[in-house]
Nanobody
Framework: QVQLVESGGGLVQPGGSLRLSCAAS????????MSWYRQPPGKQRELVATITSGGSTNVADSVKGRFTISRDNAKKMVVLQMNNLKPEDTCVYYC?????????WGQGTKVTVSS
């Protein structure tokens, strides 16, 4: 059974930081492309950051310089470090694991940026 379990969301003030974690089980983690998506209220889900099996990363322009994605294959975990958070970062954040045409999603973790 494949599981992606996100954690680390919560309420933070503008300018603050949060660290989201996604723990994977049931997959050969090291072979998967791992990504974080987010879905703002009332809007479509959007790609935030991706890290390949080889460790190459890509982040959306909207978060470049503020968010960093990393992975630990031994722990089967992917992390999204979010700094200098803004109110527009308020979203539900989802972990995604992809291998060719196979994709899995976590249940999401809510991030609220507000003073």
């Amino acid at each position: 059974q494949v599981q992606l379990v996100e954690s680390g969301g919560g309420l933070v003030q503008p300018g603050g930081s949060l660290r989201l974690s996604c723990a994977a089980s049931g997959i050969t983690f090291s072979g998967y492309v791992m990504s974080w998506y987010r879905q703002p209220p009332g809007k479509q889900r959007e790609l935030v950051a991706t890290i390949t099996s080889g460790g190459s990363t890509n982040v959306a322009d909207s978060v470049k310089g503020r968010f960093t994605i990393s992975r630990d294959n031994a722990k089967k975990m992917v992390v999204l470090q979010m700094n200098n958070l803004k109110p527009e970062d308020t979203c539900v954040y989802y972990c995604n694991a992809r291998f060719m045409s196979i994709a899995y999603w976590g249940q999401g973790t809510k991030v609220t940026v507000s003073s």
